[in-house]
Nanobody
Framework: QVWLVESGGGTVQPGGSLRLSCAAA?????????MGWFRQVPGKEREFVAG????????YYADSVKGRFAISRDNAKDTVYLQMNDLTPEDTAVYYC???????????????????WGQGTSVTVSS
């Protein structure tokens, strides 16, 4: 059952910015979930982009996006965000929101098959 809904994707020029949102369905909460963003391009495996722990406020990033992307979570709104700046064509992908109950972000990455997933939102970076 899909209970994560992504939004905010679109087409942007290189150097531009986008903010993705991932909201929990009504009646669901993200408060005890590690939250993450992954992305996938056709013909490649889904890759980790950013993660936010469910306690302590810790965040983690793939090396390819460090310094350009920022993940944040608003537990009051049951929403997680991905602010993406200085986008390049290599960031073009379908971006997926992921959730894992009471787990570490590292666990989400190591065993992604057990994550809950949204349906994805497409990001295209092109001039």
């Amino acid at each position: 059952q899909v209970w994560l809904v992504e939004s905010g994707g679109g087409t942007v020029q290189p150097g531009g910015s986008l903010r993705l949102s991932c909201a929990a369905a009504p009646g669901r909460t993200i408060q005890t979930y590690a939250m993450g963003w992954f992305r996938q391009v056709p013909g490649k495996e889904r890759e980790f982009v950013a993660g936010a722990g469910w306690k302590g406020g810790s965040t983690y990033y793939a090396d390819s996006v460090k310094g350009r992307f920022a993940i944040s979570r608003d537990n009051a709104k049951d929403t997680v965000y991905l602010q993406m700046n200085d986008l390049t064509p290599e960031d073009t992908a379908v971006y997926y929101c992921a959730a894992r109950s009471r787990a570490a972000v590292a666990t989400m990455v190591r065993d992604s098959t057990s994550n809950s997933w949204g349906q994805g939102t497409s990001v295209t970076v092109s001039s």
